[in-house]
């Protein structure tokens, strides 16, 4: 539980294309109100919680997790979706569902989300760097 594990979560959410999650925890991070999320972001209830309890279980804090998040989804942008149209371009597996996507990119592409988080924490360090 910590740092790394949130944001292996994120690039995972990139990878998979997983435009729900990514809008809510972006959104949440920014301190939107609950109700623009619902709308902008497409989602249930259950969902917005769904997202910002696995989010939150990462690190072990709500608000912490959404500190992390808020600094962690601008990185993401250099990070293209691997699963189109619920297929993975890599190895051209369908995937139905955006639960499934998420364990293919973690069980079958370990390689490439090990590469795009430790890229993430380096681009972190070197903005502390900067700023302090
Ligand atoms: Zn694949």
């Not at 989602?43 to 072990?60: C, D, N, Q, W």
């Not at 500190?67 to 699963?83: A, G, N, R, T």
């Not at 619920?86 to 190895?91: A, P, Q």
Request: proline share 2%; with cysteine; net charge positive.
């Amino acid at each position: 539980m910590g740092l790394y594990e949130l944001i292996d979560y994120l690039v995972r959410l990139k990878l998979a294309n997983h435009r729900k999650a990514l809008c809510v925890l972006g959104m949440a991070a920014n301190g939107e109100p609950t109700d623009k999320i619902y709308d902008v972001c497409n989602v249930s209830r259950a969902e917005l919680k769904g997202y910002l309890s696995r989010a939150r279980e990462k690190v072990g804090n709500g608000y912490k997790s959404l500190v992390i998040i808020k600094h962690v989804v601008p990185l993401l942008s250099d990070i293209q979706p691997i699963i189109v149209n619920n297929r993975c371009i890599i190895c051209n597996t369908d995937l139905r569902y955006s639960q499934d996507a998420l364990m293919h990119v973690r069980y079958r592409h370990r390689d490439m989300v090990a590469k795009y988080v430790d890229e993430v924490v380096k681009k972190l360090a070197k903005r502390m760097l900067e700023t302090s």
